[in-house]
């Protein structure tokens, strides 16, 4: 039996009936995300590393001389905190990209499209669920590195919530275009290892642009061109309840880039049981 549904009524939802559909997808991110602490864990263990030792053991060699958004000098674990944060962000937007891709191998995916509502509001309200679970971990790094020492103003916890929402969301939806143009799950490791670890080191989010400069013109202005700096300076200046313009533009327009492409980019019939189902040839 052929069940047919009335597509001519898909753009006729309700404001109440999309946000059903909003909370029934970030339900079950969290619960999947309850079932997979360890995610949680593993998600700090690489910034506070960073913080703990690297900071540390280059506090001395790496000077940060007075630049916005800071008044002052400030320690080398102070400035690279913002570039952790991006750092946890990336690596969810990256982690939740995978999960979209085993969803698709395994038809996951193609369950939930099979949903009347319009394929950009499924995978924009996926992406914000992935971008809710990044925030809460930023937070959560924030609250130990309060015992290091890194105190920013009290208002910055509360005037960075929107950047963490915006960079999470850039950062989420480049994944999720990654995602969608790659055919297998075996190939994702590869890629994603090939896009963070360049995002991560050729931006600002370890060394101040102008200390890149000094040592490679050409370094510098890929720096400049890389999303992930300005991802990383809009935390930096939130946390100190400042705007950083250039920056906020850069995110929100890559953000629409990243997320128009993988809509358009996203074939969940792309997968291991449509491979399998289909005859050879």
Known sequence: ???????????????????????????????????????????????????????????????????????????????????????????????????????????????????????????????????????????????????????????????LLPALLLSGFMLGALGMLISSLIKQLENFAGVMNFVIFPMFFASSALYPLWRVKESSPLLYYVCELNPFTHATELIRFALYEQVAWVSLAVVVGCTIAFLFGAILAYDPARGFLARRNTPAG
């Open 1 to 159: 039996m052929t069940t047919t549904v009335d597509v001519t009524d898909k753009h006729n939802f309700t404001l109440a009936q999309y946000f059903i559909c909003l909370r029934g997808i970030v339900w079950r991110e969290a619960l999947r995300f309850i079932h997979q602490r360890e995610r949680f864990v593993s998600a700090l263990v690489r910034p506070l590393v960073w913080l703990f030792i690297f900071a540390a053991g280059f506090r001395q060699v790496l000077g940060v001389s007075i630049i916005p958004p800071y008044e002052t000098y400030v320690l080398y674990e102070v400035y690279i905190a913002p570039g952790l944060i991006a750092m946890i962000q990336l690596f969810n937007g990256m982690q939740s990209s995978l999960t979209m891709v085993y969803d698709r191998e395994t038809g996951g995916m193609r369950t939930l499209l099979v949903s009347p509502f319009p394929r950009w509001w499924l995978l924009t309200s996926k992406l914000l669920a992935g971008t809710l679970v990044s925030v809460l971990q930023a937070y959560a790094f924030l609250l130990i590195a309060w015992f290091w020492e890194i105190e920013p103003p009290p208002l910055g916890y509360l005037a």
